[in-house]
């Protein structure tokens, strides 16, 4: 699992270890623990009762607890070891006996080919290494006719917007790799082999100083994005609704696909 080289670590240890960090606080983190996306997802699992569920990049875990609700078996898959205990030790408080955790890389799932019937993946695609690898592997594991829905912020089309925001979220968080817009899911996930059956965007308002604090963003870097939203076009200020504090809002997207 280790990806460290002569300049210090690697990706996978980067995530791994900011991730790791600040488990619990992403359990306790209200944007990740509610939400219409979240709601979407879980009633994407509620209409099929019974069935196995992979959630891809788990996190703090809130969409397999929603899932274990009504499937037969969820699977929360993730690379931090530490956000895997929290998750755990948070499934066996609430007596969700059908969660199982496991540990690894969304670039290389280690399930049989047809395992799943629907794959989740909410807030992590945005810090994989390669996601058209991922949803290959998704793709795999997937049941014929599986059902694969993924969460995350989008980037909007426009290069002004999609550079500020990716700047934003490197410098609040080194792990980040890229937000993507629809056109480069629907590219990735056609080639993957699946067909897209029905997208909803969200707006989603992140206070600032919980959005800092959630990563433990170190103090240069947060008043770096303090001057960067001060420095950009009016254009990307009004995009993003940066206000006084430095809250701003994003799109995400429920990606649906089978």
């Known amino acids: 699992m280790s990806g460290t ?15 790791g960090d600040r488990a619990d606080a992403y359990l306790k ?17 509620a209409a099929r009762p019974g069935i196995q569920v992979l959630d891809l990049g788990c996190g703090g875990g809130h969409v397999s607890f929603r899932a274990a609700a009504f499937a037969a078996r969820v699977v929360a898959y993730d690379l931090s070891a530490d ?17 199982e955790v496991r540990q690894g890389a969304a670039e290389s799932l280690d399930f049989p080919t047809a395992s799943f ?22 793709r795999r594991v997937l049941k014929p ?10 980037a909007p089309a426009d290069p002004l917007l999609d550079t500020f925001l990716q700047a934003v979220e490197v410098l609040r968080d080194p792990s980040h790799v890229r937000d993507y817009s629809m056109a480069d899911w629907e590219r990735m996930l056609v080639r993957a082999g699946f ?9 989603v308002r992140l206070e600032f100083g919980s959005w800092i604090a959630r990563m433990n963003t170190p103090d240069v870097r947060a008043d770096a994005v303090r001057s960067l939203q001060g420095a950009v076009g009016a254009e990307a200020r009004a995009y993003f609704e940066v206000e006084a504090d430095g809250s701003l809002t994003i799109d995400t997207a429920v990606i649906e696909a089978v």
């Open 145 to 154: 006719g599986g059902i694969l829905a993924i969460s995350d912020v989008v």
């Open 195 to 203: 067909s897209l059956t029905g997208s909803t965007i969200h707006r």
């Open 83 to 99: 956000m895997l205990k929290v998750v755990a030790r948070t499934a066996a408080e609430r007596g969700l006996d059908r969660l």
């Open 29 to 45: 983190s209200a944007v990740h623990a509610a939400g219409a996306d979240l709601d979407q997802l879980a009633a994407i699992v």
């Open 5 to 19: 080289g002569a300049g210090g670590p690697g990706h996978v240890d980067l995530v791994a270890k900011q991730f």
């Open 117 to 138: 019937d629907i794959v989740l993946s909410r807030y992590s695609a945005h810090h994989w290494r390669d996601v058209p690898a991922a949803m290959a592997e998704a």
